[in-house]
């Protein structure tokens, strides 16, 4: 069983930054067998997005509206993943998830779909005001 807890989230001013965290314990079926990692997030009335996505081989794909802003790492000793989050903006406020799946994303079109992740997190909050 795969669990997935996010942190760092809260309240900033636009043009700040913030540091989330994602730490992975436990597997589904090996703890030898690769796995992919993004970060979601889900403002009110809006559909859950994509945000950045690193794939099993350490690759990393970006959402158009935070790129150059946002940089997702991970850190495979601690079995983290990370979203460095700078320039905030308003329009980044919403809940931002963690997610894992096992093998190869591949690109963008599959990393940035909720739907092809199968463990998620229970969300940390990011609040942006102007």
């Known amino acids: 069983q795969v669990q997935l807890v996010e942190s760092g989230g809260g309240s900033v001013q636009a043009g700040g930054s913030l540091r989330l965290s994602c730490v992975r314990s436990?597997?589904?079926?090996?703890?030898?067998?690769?796995?992919?990692m993004g970060w979601f997030r889900k403002a009110p009335g809006k559909e859950r997005e994509g945000v950045a996505a690193?794939?099993?081989?350490?690759?990393?794909s970006y959402a158009d509206s935070v790129k150059g802003r946002f940089t997702i790492s991970k850190d495979n000793a601690k079995n983290t993943l990370y979203l460095r989050m700078n320039s905030l903006k308003p329009e980044d406020t919403a809940m931002y998830y963690c997610?894992?799946?096992?093998?190869?994303?591949?690109?963008?079109?599959?990393?940035?779909?909720?739907?092809?992740?199968?463990?998620w997190g229970q969300g940390t909050q990011v609040t942006v005001s102007s």
């Open positions: 436990g597997y589904t079926v090996s703890p030898y067998i690769s796995y992919y």
């Open positions: 997610a894992s799946g096992l093998g190869n994303g591949g690109n963008w079109w599959n990393l940035g779909r909720p739907g092809f992740y199968s463990e």
């Open positions: 690193i794939d099993s081989d350490g690759s990393t």
